[in-house]
């Protein structure tokens, strides 16, 4: 089992729709989350952190947490085509090892 | 402005050749990262470093050596390069337990 896990789609949505991203992870011990959007031939580039269960929003992008779960998700409201990318979910272990997934493609068509 | 700079865009070298990678970064930063990335594999840890002189390994260490003399740089060290060592070389930095600060990335061909 990966210890992060996305789906690596891709993911097609139609413009204005909303895009649901998932990951999982396996350390119980994990203590701080991240999403990354990643375009073609770019450095990953920081969207959303969440550090404690529940909800966090900004502005079309809102990232959940289920620490008993062990899963983390982003969601994009009406989304654009500059939304397309690839998201990387990455998970902070204890000791400061930062894990990432493989990624998810997410393409929006207009 | 944030600023983690990594000395090569582009680079190639031949089997078995010593390969150094640099990477600085202005933000006095404790926590320093190598990842490569390939795909359908995403990023995969290679090594970090939580303070100077100080290195933990990642998940794929083999192959490769850090070296952190300096709090602003962290060097990735191929002794011996190999072709399954061709991938694109990602150096991050962080404050502790916070987000990533990514350099733009070192495209290695090894021939």
């Known amino acids: 089992q990966k210890e992060v896990e996305q789906n690596s789609g891709p993911l097609s949505v139609p413009e204005g729709a909303i895009a649901s991203l998932n990951c999982t992870y396996s350390d119980r011990g994990s203590q701080s989350f991240f999403w990354y959007r990643q375009y073609s031939g770019k450095s990953p580039e920081l969207i959303m952190s969440i550090y404690s269960n529940g909800d966090k929003e900004d502005g079309r992008f809102t990232a959940q947490l289920n620490k008993a779960s062990q899963y983390v998700s982003l969601l994009i409201r009406d989304s654009q085509p500059s939304d397309s990318a690839t998201y990387l979910c990455a998970v902070r272990r204890q000791g400061g090892k930062l894990i990432f997934g493989q990624g998810t493609e997410l393409s929006v068509k207009p | 402005d944030v600023k983690v700079t990594q000395s090569s865009r582009y680079l190639v070298k031949r089997t078995g050749e010593k390969v150094f990678l640099e990477c600085v970064q202005d933000?006095?930063?404790?926590?320093m990262f190598w990842y490569r990335q390939d795909p359908g594999l995403g990023l995969r840890l290679i090594y970090f470093s939580y303070d100077v002189k100080m290195k933990e390994k990642g998940d794929i260490p083999e192959g490769y050596s850090v070296s952190r003399e300096k709090k602003e740089r962290f060097s990735l060290i191929l002794e011996s390069a190999s072709t399954n060592q061709t991938s694109m070389y990602l150096c991050?930095?962080?404050?502790?337990?916070?987000?990533?600060?990514f350099g733009s990335g070192t495209q290695l061909s090894v021939l």
């Open positions: 991050a930095s962080s404050l502790q337990n916070e987000k990533l600060f």
């Open positions: 933000m006095d930063h404790e926590n």
